[in-house]
């Protein structure tokens, strides 16, 4: 008989992950075993293959199908084989310019307005690396995104490259129906992430009269076309009071998500308003409150509070963001982080950064740990200043750090997150530091307060270790 492999599958094979497959519009990739990847890759419409236990099992997997002779799998979806590492996302920042002048602003290093941006050839060209590294999955973000003037056609260019886009990060106020006619046209399906900090608040904040109005009706638009939302939330002293009005008028219109973010010491917004940080012990105290209103409020909505808690009422189900590895599940050779072990970040510089987050931080320091315009993604990716910070594993960090060393929670919080390490560090950017946010939350007992309050709801995080 003859077998392809089907459409929706795609063969890879990376350094250290050399027995692999993708899922069309699936950013991450599964493994396979030896004898798996070996049929597979001969199922190639060509090759005579014999029926047996293990063809069984591919079909009943969806990976293949009968054919005819001569009907091939797909271009997408035949072996790919890289020389480098395994990263199947990208972060992609194609503009910096943005329509709103918002005053806690992470990735500008100061009040001035970011003017970088990817040209369309240039954008194409980088969409073609990404392609060839094996990167499946893409996120578009700004500044705002939707003002790039060839945003749609780098839209048609993902998909033509056989890569989808799985988040978009906008304002919301250039989405119209057009815009998502066009999506549906193209098969464009992504998280539309869209930016809302808070009722009365919103346009303080985005420093753009009508923003709130404008941002809430897109929010009604996309939902009602379909499209999944998540309001990304900003969170500080000043919007602090509207969190639980934001979240019912939010849960009421249909949105899927609310991400509320501690506004962090960005330089601009230190700049624009001082003083207006809560403190970690103030941010755990204001999310502990909120999390336990919400609970009880009839609201279904799901949750991520920032480097906190995720809940899912529809289960009645949470995980305590800070636990990263639950009891015995520590691996001293994981990444330190495995967000940005998975997702590279290309600013509208063409800088490759580890976390978009830290971009304008990067910026304000002078650190550069190389650029798309001089450099080749997949040289950056074999071998550079980036790979070393990304791929630095638990083990390292612990024993470069005398501090998590000792600590009893390190098997738990994995020293937090480097981005956090770097920012709060002594010398601002080490990001082998210890994330002293994390300290906080354990020896504060706040593990202990999150159990408390979720009294009735299963944690799916949870380190028995410390909850008797």
């Given amino acids: ?26 950013p991450y ?31 009943a997997k969806g990976l293949i199908e009968p054919c005819e002779k001569g009907e091939h799998p797909r271009e997408w979806s035949r072996l790919k084989t890289y020389s480098h590492r395994y990263f199947p996302m990208m972060n992609f920042m194609i503009t910096g310019k943005c329509n709103y002048n918002c005053l806690h602003c992470f990735n500008a290093a100061d009040n001035a307005p970011l003017m970088t941006e990817w040209k369309y050839e240039e ?19 700004g500044g705002e995104p939707m003002l790039h003037p060839h945003f749609m056609d780098i839209v048609k260019a993902i998909y033509s490259r056989d890569m989808f886009i799985r988040e978009l990060n906008t304002n ?28 009365g608040c919103h346009d303080w904040m985005r420093d753009r009269k009508g ?43 249909g949105v899927s998500v609310l991400r509320l973010i501690r506004t962090t010491e960005a330089p601009r917004w230190e700049k624009n308003s001082p003083g207006s940080c809560l403190t970690f012990e103030e941010y755990y105290e204001a999310m502990l409150g909120f999390i336990g209103e919400y609970k009880n409020s009839g ?8 480097q906190f808690m995720s809940a899912h009422p529809e289960t009645r189900s949470y995980s305590i963001q800070p636990v990263l590895c639950p009891s015995g599940k520590y691996k001293p050779t994981a990444p330190v982080c495995k967000g ?18 830290m971009s304008g931080y990067f910026e304000e320091n002078g650190i550069h740990l190389g650029n798309l315009h001089k450099t080749s993604l997949k040289e950056l990716l074999a071998e550079s200043d980036y790979m070393k910070i990304v791929c630095t594993n638990l083990h390292k960090r612990r024993k470069n750090n005398p501090k998590c060393d000792a600590c009893r929670f390190f098997p738990y919080c994995n020293g937090g997150c480097p981005a956090l390490g770097g920012l709060y560090s002594a010398d601002r950017l080490n990001l082998n530091d210890t994330d002293i ?21 299963t944690n799916t995080t949870s380190v028995a270790e410390l909850e008797t």
């Avoid at 954008?123 to 973000?141: K, M, S, V, Y």
């Avoid at 279904?300 to 920032?306: F, I, K, V």
């Fill in 172 to 199: 919301g106020f250039f989405i119209t129906q057009q815009v998502l006619d066009e999506f549906k046209e193209i098969g464009c399906d992504p998280l539309m992430k869209i930016s809302f900090d808070g009722i």
């Fill in 123 to 141: 954008a194409l060209d980088l969409l073609d690396q990404a392609r060839d590294c094996g990167i499946e999955g893409i996120t578009i973000t």
């Fill in 1 to 26: 008989m003859y077998f392809r492999v089907k459409d929706n599958i795609a063969l890879r094979s990376w350094q250290f992950v050399p027995r692999a497959y993708y899922i069309k519009n699936d």
């Fill in 437 to 457: 946010t994390k300290c906080l939350f354990f020896e504060n007992g706040w593990y202990q307060k999150c159990v408390k309050t979720m009294s009735g709801w």
């Fill in 211 to 253: 923003a709130e109005e404008r941002t809430l009706a897109a929010m009604e638009l996309c939902i009602k076309n379909g499209f999944k939302v998540m309001s990304q939330t900003q969170v500080n002293k000043r919007n602090l009071h509207t969190l639980i009005p934001t979240a019912r008028k939010l849960n009421d219109m």
């Fill in 29 to 59: 990739a599964k493994a396979l075993s030896e004898e798996e990847f070996e049929l597979l890759d001969r199922c190639d419409g060509e090759q005579d293959i014999e029926e047996s236990e293990l063809v069984s099992r591919l079909l």
């Fill in 299 to 306: 609201m279904t909505m799901e949750l991520t509070l920032w």
């Fill in 340 to 357: 940005i072990r998975g997702l590279v970040g290309i600013t509208s510089s063409g800088d490759i950064v580890p976390c978009l987050q």
